[in-house]
């Protein structure tokens, strides 16, 4: 009897040890700790950038680091004028940059198109990660009437060296909800090529209508969508995941978040606007305990198994 009491002690350790708690993956590293909302990383040969949805005067922030872990400055503006089809204050929202063959750095961004004021994508070019940006185009290069508004664009390139934009529908406020998108993109990036390709639709409960900011990651034999969901404002706002063969889908959502301020011990509040780079998983999330200033995060990530883990 007493050697049965010990084997039941023993498996009842064992399953303790081998399933921590979600939040003993340690500390979520503070990178940026003032408003830097929604955070697109790029890896240079001269560091690390950073850029931000727009802070007060600033239209599109970027910051610079010799490593993923900082030090972090930020360092100023980084797009050189506000489109002409654009609203000038209207805000530059969840930018994203990427490095073309030709060595061309080319600037994603929302901003609300000059008399209605739906939020529509567009593009502008520079010879170097920081800018400045010079605004490409007469128009916005995502627009879909119908869409509500078209925001959070995000590049992936595939293993074939294919370009695309994903981003999101931002239809919540005029009827269906909230969609993520894939356009495919000439090599010039500025460009679509052929139509578009709907991945996910906010489809859950917990999603409150809102899905947005997707990145995409491939690992050996699956694509891997993270996208933020709920409410930004709201504590209930978090990171999942979805999963797919290949970048056209089905896109099967992982059953519980990935980032949330529960799984990270409330250390994090509302994490979201996920990018992930070079082995480490960058998010925001509010600071001080209110709804004003976002800073930016860093927690590391690996793929065993093509499954996202934390640590």
């Given at each position: 009897?007493?050697?049965?009491?010990?084997?039941?002690?023993?498996?009842?350790?064992?399953?303790?040890?081998?399933?921590p708690p979600a939040?003993?993956?340690?500390?979520?590293?503070?990178?940026?700790?003032?408003?830097?909302?929604?955070?697109?990383?790029?890896?240079?040969?001269?560091?690390?950038?950073?850029?931000?949805?727009?802070?007060?005067?600033?239209?599109?922030?970027?910051?610079?680091?010799p490593a993923a872990?900082?030090?972090?400055?930020?360092?100023?503006?980084?797009?050189?004028?506000?489109?002409?089809?654009?609203?000038?204050?209207?805000?530059?929202?969840?930018?994203?940059?990427?490095?073309?063959?030709?060595?061309?750095?080319?600037?994603?961004?929302?901003?609300?198109?000059?008399?209605?004021?739906?939020?529509?994508?567009?593009?502008?070019?520079?010879?170097?990660?920081?800018?400045?940006?010079?605004?490409?185009?007469?128009?916005?290069?995502?627009?879909?009437?119908?869409?509500?508004?078209?925001?959070?664009?995000?590049?992936?390139?595939?293993?074939?060296?294919?370009?695309?934009?994903?981003?999101?529908?931002?239809?919540?406020?005029?009827?269906?909800?909230?969609?993520?998108?894939?356009?495919?993109l000439r090599a010039?990036?500025?460009?679509?090529?052929?139509?578009?390709?709907?991945?996910?639709?906010?489809?859950?409960?917990?999603?409150?209508?809102?899905?947005?900011?997707?990145?995409?990651?491939?690992?050996?034999?699956?694509?891997?969508?993270?996208?933020?969901?709920?409410?930004?404002?709201?504590?209930?706002?978090?990171?999942?995941?979805?999963?797919?063969?290949?970048?056209?889908?089905?896109?099967?959502?992982?059953?519980?978040?990935?980032?949330?301020?529960?799984?990270?011990?409330?250390?994090?509040?509302?994490?979201?606007?996920?990018?992930?780079?070079?082995?480490?998983?960058?998010?925001?999330?509010?600071?001080?305990?209110?709804?004003?200033?976002?800073?930016?995060?860093?927690?590391?990530?690996?793929?065993?198994?093509?499954?996202?883990?934390?640590?």
């Open positions: 009897m007493k050697f049965l009491r010990r084997l039941v002690i023993l498996a009842v350790a064992l399953t303790l040890v081998s399933s939040f003993a993956i340690g500390t979520p590293k503070l990178l940026i700790g003032q408003d830097f909302p929604d955070p697109d990383i790029v890896k240079t040969d001269s560091g690390f950038f950073a850029f931000s949805t727009s802070t007060g005067a600033v239209k599109v922030p970027y910051a610079h680091a872990e900082g030090p972090w400055r930020v360092a100023g503006d980084a797009l050189a004028a506000v489109p002409k089809w654009a609203k000038p204050d209207g805000g530059f929202w969840a930018p994203d940059v990427a490095l073309l063959s030709d060595g061309t750095f080319v600037l994603y961004f929302s901003a609300a198109v000059a008399p209605g004021g739906e939020m529509c994508i567009g593009v502008a070019t520079a010879a170097k990660a920081e800018g400045p940006y010079t605004p490409a185009g007469d128009g916005p290069l995502i627009c879909v009437p119908g869409d509500g508004g078209d925001i959070d664009p995000q590049t992936f390139v595939d293993s074939d060296g294919s370009r695309y934009l994903l981003y999101k529908s931002d239809g919540a406020a005029v009827g269906p909800p909230a969609a993520i998108w894939s356009q495919k010039d990036g500025r460009t679509p090529d052929g139509p578009r390709i709907e991945l996910l639709r906010a489809d859950l409960a917990s999603e409150n209508a809102v899905v947005e900011a997707p990145s995409v990651v491939k690992t050996p034999s699956r694509y891997l969508l993270f996208y933020s969901a709920d409410t930004f404002q709201s504590s209930g706002y978090h990171t999942g995941y979805a999963s797919a063969p290949s970048l056209s889908g089905p896109f099967v959502k992982a059953g519980t978040p990935f980032l949330s301020t529960d799984l990270l011990g409330g250390k994090v509040d509302a994490p979201g606007g996920a990018d992930v780079v070079d082995g480490n998983i960058h998010f925001h999330g509010w600071l001080g305990g209110g709804r004003t200033a976002r800073g930016m995060y860093l927690l590391p990530i690996g793929f065993p198994g093509d499954v996202p883990q934390l640590g």
